[in-house]
C-alpha cells in the first residue's frame, strides 16, 4: 500500500497493516452482493465478467446517489438483520439506475491518487468518506460522522 494511502487511512482511525491488494476474480463477482468500483471504467470492466454482475456493480458515488434517493423506511428493519438490509438496499439502487442520472460523466468518478501528493490522498480521502456516509447511514440508521 503507497505509504499516503496509508498515512489517510490512520486520520480516519482505520488500521492498514496486513492489507493486500488483490487482483478481482471472478469467484469474487460471483460471491458478491454488491460490487463497488471507483470509476465508471472499473464499473465496467467487472459487468464485463458477467455472473449478472450488472445488477449489484456500481461507483461508489452512483451507489451513493441511488442510496440517497430510497427512504429507509422501505427497507427491512434493523432488527432482521444487517444482511437482509443490506441486499435490499442494492436491490432498490439496482431498480433506481436509469432514473436518477449523474449531472455529469465525471459526477461518479473518484480519481485514483496514485503516486500524488499527500494532500491530494486526503482530498479523496474525504470524498470516499463523504460517500459512504449515507450508504452507511441507509445500513446502521447510525451516521458514520456519528
Do not use: C
Amino acid at each position: 500500500m503507497e505509504a499516503h494511502a496509508e498515512a489517510v487511512l490512520g486520520e480516519f482511525g482505520a488500521d492498514a497493516s496486513g492489507f493486500v491488494g488483490r487482483e478481482l476474480l471472478d469467484e469474487h463477482v460471483i460471491r458478491a452482493d454488491l460490487v463497488l468500483t471507483a470509476t465508471r471504467d472499473h464499473r465496467a470492466q467487472v459487468i464485463s465478467m458477467g455472473h449478472s454482475a450488472g445488477l449489484r456493480t456500481f461507483t461508489l458515488k452512483e451507489f451513493t446517489r441511488l442510496v440517497n434517493a430510497i427512504d429507509p423506511a422501505t427497507l427491512p428493519p434493523l432488527d432482521e438483520g444487517l444482511v437482509m438490509r443490506a441486499r435490499a438496499l442494492v436491490r432498490a439502487a439496482a431498480a433506481l439506475r436509469g432514473w436518477l442520472l449523474a449531472p455529469t460523466l465525471e459526477a461518479d468518478e473518484v480519481y485514483d491518487p496514485y503516486g500524488a501528493p499527500l494532500t491530494f490522498f486526503r482530498s479523496i480521502g474525504d470524498e470516499i468518506f463523504e460517500a459512504l456516509d449515507p450508504v452507511v447511514t441507509a445500513l446502521t440508521g447510525v451516521p458514520a460522522r456519528a
